[in-house]
């Protein structure tokens, strides 16, 4: 029997595992209402724990438990330790590990999105809508991308990494307190991590990490300079328990586009664009490729070259940056998607841009025109007439 225990072990983590999976799944609204904000709490009591150094805690965690693994290896075999037994609790360790990270983190993946925090509607779009956007968010890259520095060559030189990861809880903090927006609310003091190993990830394409169990959120160094601010702003919107992709880079825009730095704004608004104009490319329709050429015809030189350096990166690294598929595919309400980070954009282009340009005019009222007054249902009511010069 003690042959088994690590496996009985393991398998009980894995059950209470299993029961706050099922419980996130069964309860979303209540997970929504309580747990982000409990787990935002202890994310900025473990950003200001693991803020104290300057490592990341979790890379030397990882490595700390690959050694203790070799050595129990090591000691399994010189001692002639049962392989079964040492391998259980090698699973049961891993299965503890997990159920610590879902119930300090993983649940976040059932809270509403982030879309209802903002009040942002989704709703359908067409492709000259997704054009539009496309156009604004163009547009305004183009304006701050001659603001920023560039070096000879004319690419991008932006800040060392330690002033921008500095810069990042400005966009938080305006999202909070001038924009009423309390989900963006948290530990922004404790800036963003430089990813050890930087080579590794850069190989595979991974831009930054965040992990819950120590809160830190993490970018890798190496990445283009005009993904740095927003790669920034996502890793920490992971730490405010935004928790997916979507939801997490349409953050990164959002409280990159109000950041006083203007690194952080331009590369908000670049993201933004290639979101929008790769939704394009990848909705393979005629009218979206016509479009898509179009909206890349009007790019200027510091953008088209901002553009290449990033694509470059991504093409050598093996990774696929923001160039996520384009889904086409209807829901069971007839809403087309060319993405779900193009969703959001496109929306909120459409709420915040769009309808608050369009006025409406209309004549002032006036009680005596009766086209103006609706008297139907009323007894005995009579059309009033405009008084008579001099009289009452």
């Not at 954009?345 to 309808?355: A, E, G, N, R, Y």
Request: hydrophobic share 45%.
């Amino acid at each position: 029997m003690k042959y088994w225990r690590g496996y009985l072990t393991a398998f009980i983590f894995a059950v209470i595992t299993w029961a706050l999976i099922q419980f996130g799944q069964q309860f979303t609204s209540l997970v929504d209402m309580v747990y982000p904000y409990v787990i935002r709490t202890m994310q900025n009591m473990l950003a200001q724990w693991s803020g104290s150094v300057d490592f990341v805690v979790w890379q030397m965690l990882v490595m700390a438990l690959v050694v203790i693994g070799l050595a129990t290896a090591v000691l399994m075999i010189v001692l002639k330790w049962n392989p079964i037994q040492w391998f259980g609790w090698v699973l049961a360790a891993a299965s503890c590990v997990y159920m610590i990270y879902t119930l300090v983190f993983g649940l976040n993946y059932f809270a509403g999105p982030l879309a209802e925090d903002i009040r942002l509607e989704i709703g359908a779009y067409n492709v000259q809508e997704l054009t539009e956007a496309a156009e604004y968010y163009r547009d305004r890259a183009i304006e701050l991308s001659t603001q920023v520095n560039r070096d000879a060559s004319g690419n991008v030189d932006f800040a060392d990494f330690d002033t921008l990861a500095s810069q990042t809880g400005d966009g938080f903090h305006k999202m909070t307190y001038d924009y009423s927006y309390p989900v963006f609310a948290g530990e922004t003091t404790m800036p963003v991590k430089k990813l050890a190993w930087s080579d590794w990830f850069s190989s595979r394409g991974i831009t930054g990490i965040t992990v819950g169990i120590t809160g830190e959120s993490c970018v890798n160094p190496d990445i283009p300079d005009i993904l740095l601010p927003f790669s920034m702003s996502h890793e920490m919107a992971h730490r405010m328990c935004i928790y997916t992709e979507e939801d997490a880079n349409f953050a990164a825009f959002l409280t990159g586009s109000v950041n006083e730095s203007v690194e952080y704004q331009y590369s908000a608004y670049f993201m933004a664009y290639r979101y929008c104009y790769m939704a394009l490319v990848n909705a393979n329709t005629t009218e979206a490729s016509n479009a898509a050429a179009r909206v890349n015809s009007r790019v200027t030189d510091e953008l088209y070259q901002d553009m290449s350096h990033y694509n470059k990166f991504f093409s050598t690294s093996g990774g696929s940056g923001a160039a996520a598929a384009t889904n086409l595919t209807p829901d069971e309400n007839g809403f087309v998607s060319y993405g779900k980070v193009a969703d959001l954009l496109v929306s909120w282009h459409i709420q915040q841009i769009v309808l608050p340009s369009i006025v409406v005019e209309e004549d002032p009222f006036d009680p005596y025109d009766s086209t103006q007054v609706d008297l139907s249902g009323i007894v005995n009511a009579k059309t009033p007439t405009a008084p008579t010069e001099g009289g009452e």
